[in-house]
């Protein structure tokens, strides 16, 4: 099965765009290739560039003390393991106090190496990390791998709060969903939301050998679901009938 997820919000989406980032950059690092660092590299600078947002620090810390407020309820519930929870708790705790204890934000500490800004000012401009550009970064990728690994690590180690953070707050923002089987009559899908409750991701859930792509759309009041099909040029709409899973997460 291929899942599509979409957020219904800003920040939502911006947690998920870092997370996409997170996971490259947990598969790029371990490797050996001077290109696959290089692209670790490029990486870090993205997930600065998108941790830029000025309130993003303040949204985690907010999501954070309010899934802990939301756990603390569930004391003395009979149908909840207090064990769990507390491990729960303490990992939301430990999340929010290393977000709290880094200074401005995510990779701040990363700007006052001139050398890494060097690469990054470059980084966006096709072919800017050319040996004649960068002769210093030419010579960091001709290091053993070892080395170069090891800076990674240390660069990287400075986003892993947020990243902590971000893992944790989606993981359970998942968990909070209830899948339901559903059917797209003609190939579209329209479903009202339940009121009373405020959506932030919606997930879903379709078998590849169906040949189908999902276009999805939404606000807190509707969510529609049209199922294209590609061919070699372009995305042309399906009119048949299609099963998928479908999932909304509180």
């Not at 660092?37 to 309010?66: G, Q």
């Not at 006052?112 to 000012?121: A, C, D, F, H, V």
């Not at 078998?207 to 792509?213: E, M, W």
Request: hydrophobic content about 40%; charged content about 25%.
């Amino acid at each position: 099965m291929i899942l599509y997820e979409y957020p219904f919000n800003e920040r939502i989406r911006t947690y998920l765009r870092l997370e996409h980032l997170f996971r490259r950059l947990g598969e790029l690092i371990p490797r050996s290739h001077p290109l696959d660092h290089h692209y670790a590299l490029s990486t870090i600078f993205e997930v600065m560039d998108v941790a830029a947002r000025a309130d993003l620090k303040s949204d985690v810390l907010k999501d954070l003390e309010r899934q802990k407020q939301v756990l603390h309820g569930y004391r003395g519930n009979p149908g909840v393991s207090e064990r769990v929870l507390d491990e729960v708790i303490a990992q939301i705790e430990s999340c929010f106090a290393q977000v709290n204890g880094t200074p401005g934000k995510a990779g701040h500490s990363l700007t006052e190496n001139e050398w890494l800004m060097s690469i990054r000012s470059r980084a966006n401009i096709p072919g800017g990390t050319c040996e004649f550009d960068l002769p210093g970064y030419y010579a960091w990728q001709h290091l053993a791998a070892e080395v170069r690994r090891a800076d990674l690590e240390r660069w990287a180690g400075t986003l892993a709060p947020l990243a902590d953070s971000i893992y944790l707050l989606l993981k359970m923002l998942r968990d909070s969903g209830v899948p339901q089987k559903v059917i797209a009559t003609g190939g579209q899908l329209q479903q009202t939301l339940p009121q009373g409750r405020t959506f932030q991701l919606l997930r879903l859930r379709i078998d590849p050998a169906l040949g189908l792509v999902p276009e999805i759309s939404g606000n807190r009041l509707i969510v529609s679901v049209r199922l294209m099909r590609q061919d070699s040029e372009r995305m042309q709409p399906s009119s048949d009938n299609a099963p998928f899973e479908l999932t909304l997460c509180a």
